[in-house]
């Protein structure tokens, strides 16, 4: 029922009580409100297992039995309160227990001996102590609404961070929730070899964006054989790399309706180097360049040069800075100073760079050379990230995922649960509408799942259901029509099923007819509904 409100009109628990009235077959009646957020804890404790059967039964409805292509993304969300988990006390509920498991560990590994711990077992003041509770405080699992940079922007407010994992057809595979202010490069090691417990994932490719990219993440894929695609930022090349990139020898070019839009050269056993030389991993890199991406990069920068000066002459202050606006903002100290003007040597060279892109690629150690990806599908491999940001952004203004009215760190994470249960069916009714070769949006499938209302009426001494469906919106997409081609077009319209039709076909129903008694109703939804439990109590003394 949390789930399929989260669809229709999401909204916080207390709202979905006081909801539960408004549907046939009364699905949670009986139920009090304290069971609710109970139900939380409950489904934070049986996550795992319920993201397994979840994945199970995506794969028969697919007929495949493991992903070839892992999307990997980082998202957060905010809370509507002043305070984080910090500033009042609140420790995530299981930390103990998390604290004793890393305890145990650090005496079985020799990290910790007896002499750290006195006879109640607990840590006594030492060099060891110490140095492990800074460890256990870079791991960031003692709170969990914490500050941190927002995607969104809302840097006023505590947040939690969220990993998501999808397949090619952009539903859920699993996620990982992360304090507000955990570093996105260090939870992928945690998340990934999750997963790869979890489901036995091997021999399939990562794929994430720069953000992610590191040497250390790239050597972690490989070590849990991993292959992976990442955007490489062509700011960081090496000298010789960049030449060769703005080289126009070796280049294959991109043409679409005859005319070249782009183009891309494949540079053969590329070193990705790290931190430390153990980390340097050999890949092949992907160099592309975009008209279109190039005359885009050239107008941002232009806007900044325009928001630079503008912040000259207002006599603001700006730290030293290598991305967004003030990178190209001159300043006289390595501190926060005045603008001085435009750096146009800096404003010169990421012109140069405009248009330009690079991925960076390899396949999983001791895979079969026929699932590697071809050099030329890479770019739109990785173009298929877009599906996670597309995830994103359905959690979060279909689906009600933030701002978060609980604040439990259960609670937090089974309500996390509920959303991403809720993508996932909306995500497997749009691949199978796709594949009946009737796609529609996912706003196409909430507004056509609210439309199925019906109003119980007595006739007779027999209890009938009349469908009254809110009317869509018939002028979308046409509103430049006028009011006899809207009339021609609609016409033609009539003739065709509509989208709640199509959804009911599309899952194997038959759409009921206009007026139709229980018997029917139930057969039309799959369901057997008498007149006892078809009608929420509250509102049978209405007939």
Same mark, same amino acid.
């Given at each position: 029922?949390?789930?399929?409100?989260?669809?229709?009109?999401?909204?916080?628990?207390?709202?979905?009580?006081?909801?539960?009235?408004?549907?046939?077959?009364?699905?949670?009646?009986?139920?009090?409100?304290?069971?609710?957020?109970?139900?939380?804890?409950?489904?934070?404790?049986?996550?795992?297992?319920?993201?397994?059967?979840?994945?199970?039964?995506?794969?028969?409805?697919?007929?495949?039995?493991?992903?070839?292509?892992?999307?990997?993304?980082?998202?957060?969300?905010?809370?509507?309160?002043?305070?984080?988990?910090?500033?009042?006390?609140?420790?995530?509920?299981?930390?103990?227990?998390?604290?004793?498991?890393?305890?145990?560990?650090?005496?079985?590994?020799?990290?910790?001996?007896?002499?750290?711990?006195?006879?109640?077992?607990?840590?006594?003041?030492?060099?060891?102590?110490?140095?492990?509770?800074?460890?256990?405080?870079?791991?960031?699992?003692?709170?969990?609404?914490?500050?941190?940079?927002?995607?969104?922007?809302?840097?006023?407010?505590?947040?939690?961070?969220?990993?998501?994992?999808?397949?090619?057809?952009?539903?859920?595979?699993?996620?990982?929730?992360?304090?507000?202010?955990?570093?996105?490069?260090?939870?992928?090691?945690?998340?990934?070899?999750?997963?790869?417990?979890?489901?036995?994932?091997?021999?399939?490719?990562?794929?994430?964006?720069?953000?992610?990219?590191?040497?250390?993440?790239?050597?972690?894929?490989?070590?849990?054989?991993?292959?992976?695609?990442?955007?490489?930022?062509?700011?960081?090349?090496?000298?010789?790399?960049?030449?060769?990139?703005?080289?126009?020898?070796?280049?294959?070019?991109?043409? @679409?309706? !005859?005319?070249?839009?782009?183009?891309?050269?494949?540079? #053969?056993?590329?070193? &990705?180097?790290?931190? %430390?030389? =153990? *980390?340097?991993?050999?890949?092949?890199?992907?160099?592309?360049?975009?008209?279109?991406?190039?005359?885009?990069?050239?107008?941002?920068?232009?806007?900044?040069?325009?928001?630079?000066?503008?912040?000259?002459?207002?006599?603001?202050?700006?730290?030293?800075? @290598?991305? !967004?606006?003030?990178?190209?903002?001159?300043?006289?100290? #390595?501190?926060?100073? &005045?603008?001085?003007? %435009?750096? =146009? *040597?800096?404003?010169?060279?990421?012109?140069?760079?405009?248009?330009?892109?690079?991925?960076?690629?390899?396949?999983?150690?001791?895979?079969?050379?026929?699932?590697?990806?071809?050099?030329?599908?890479?770019?739109?491999?990785?173009?298929?990230?877009?599906?996670?940001?597309?995830?994103?952004?359905?959690?979060?203004?279909?689906?009600?995922?933030?701002?978060?009215?609980?604040?439990?760190?259960?609670?937090?994470?089974?309500?996390?649960?509920?959303?991403?249960?809720?993508?996932?069916?909306?995500?497997?009714?749009?691949?199978?509408?796709?594949?009946?070769?009737?796609?529609?949006?996912?706003?196409?499938?909430?507004?056509?799942?609210?439309?199925?209302?019906?109003?119980?009426?007595?006739?007779?001494?027999?209890?009938?259901?009349?469908?009254?469906?809110?009317?869509?919106?018939?002028?979308?997409?046409?509103?430049?029509?006028?009011?006899?081609?809207?009339?021609?077009?609609?016409?033609?319209?009539?003739?065709?099923?509509?989208?709640?039709?199509?959804?009911?076909?599309?899952?194997?129903?038959?759409?009921?007819?206009?007026?139709?008694?229980?018997?029917?109703?139930?057969?039309?939804?799959?369901?057997?509904?008498?007149?006892?439990?078809?009608?929420?109590?509250?509102?049978?003394?209405?007939?």
């Amino acid at each position: 029922y949390l789930c399929f409100l989260k669809i229709l009109d999401p909204h916080s628990v207390f709202y979905s009580f006081g909801d539960q009235d408004g549907f046939l077959g009364a699905p949670v009646q009986g139920i009090g409100l304290d069971s609710y957020y109970n139900s939380y804890d409950y489904l934070f404790e049986h996550k795992d297992s319920i993201m397994r059967f979840f994945n199970r039964s995506v794969n028969k409805q697919l007929g495949k039995t493991k992903a070839t292509l892992i999307f990997y993304d980082v998202t957060n969300v905010y809370f509507e309160t002043a305070l984080s988990d910090l500033e009042c006390g609140r420790q995530q509920i299981d930390f103990q227990d998390r604290l004793q498991q890393e305890l145990e560990l650090a005496y079985e590994s020799g990290e910790l001996d007896s002499s750290c711990f006195d006879d109640e077992g607990r840590l006594r003041p030492c060099p060891k102590a110490d140095d492990f509770i800074k460890k256990i405080q870079e791991q960031k699992i003692e709170y969990l609404r914490m500050r941190g940079p927002s995607k969104e922007h809302r840097f006023d407010l505590p947040l939690a961070s969220i990993a998501l994992v999808i397949n090619e057809e952009g539903i859920p595979i699993d996620f990982y929730v992360y304090a507000g202010n955990a570093s996105e490069f260090k939870t992928m090691s945690s998340s990934i070899e999750s997963l790869k417990q979890k489901y036995n994932v091997k021999e399939s490719i990562v794929v994430a964006d720069r953000g992610l990219n590191s040497a250390a993440n790239i050597k972690m894929l490989q070590t849990n054989d991993l292959g992976f695609l990442m955007a490489q930022k062509v700011s960081n090349l090496d000298q010789k790399t960049t030449k060769a990139m703005f080289d126009p020898e070796g280049y294959v070019p991109i043409i @679409r309706q !005859g005319e070249e839009i782009g183009r891309f050269k494949v540079i #053969k056993d590329w070193v &990705k180097k790290g931190k %430390v030389k =153990e *980390e340097d991993t050999h890949c092949t890199l992907v160099l592309t360049f975009d008209k279109k991406r190039q005359k885009r990069d050239l107008a941002v920068l232009e806007v900044w040069k325009e928001l630079v000066l503008k912040k000259q002459a207002q006599g603001i202050k700006v730290k030293p800075k @290598r991305s !967004g606006w003030a990178c190209i903002a001159k300043t006289s100290e #390595k501190v926060e100073a &005045k603008i001085e003007g %435009v750096d =146009e *040597e800096v404003l010169e060279a990421k012109r140069r760079l405009a248009g330009y892109a690079a991925l960076i690629y390899k396949n999983a150690p001791d895979c079969v050379e026929q699932s590697a990806l071809p050099d030329g599908h890479l770019a739109a491999a990785y173009h298929e990230l877009n599906q996670i940001e597309s995830c994103f952004r359905v959690m979060k203004s279909h689906l009600g995922l933030r701002p978060m009215y609980v604040r439990n760190s259960n609670h937090i994470k089974g309500h996390i649960l509920i959303c991403v249960i809720a993508l996932g069916i909306l995500k497997l009714l749009q691949w199978k509408l796709k594949e009946a070769r009737t796609p529609l949006s996912i706003s196409e499938i909430v507004r056509a799942l609210n439309s199925a209302t019906t109003v119980p009426i007595k006739s007779a001494n027999e209890l009938m259901f009349l469908q009254c469906s809110r009317p869509q919106n018939i002028r979308k997409g046409l509103e430049r029509l006028t009011q006899e081609e809207l009339k021609a077009e609609l016409s033609g319209r009539r003739q065709q099923p509509s989208q709640l039709e199509i959804l009911f076909k599309t899952v194997g129903l038959v759409p009921p007819a206009r007026l139709v008694n229980i018997k029917e109703m139930g057969r039309c939804l799959g369901v057997r509904l008498t007149a006892e439990d078809s009608i929420p109590e509250l509102l049978k003394d209405m007939l």
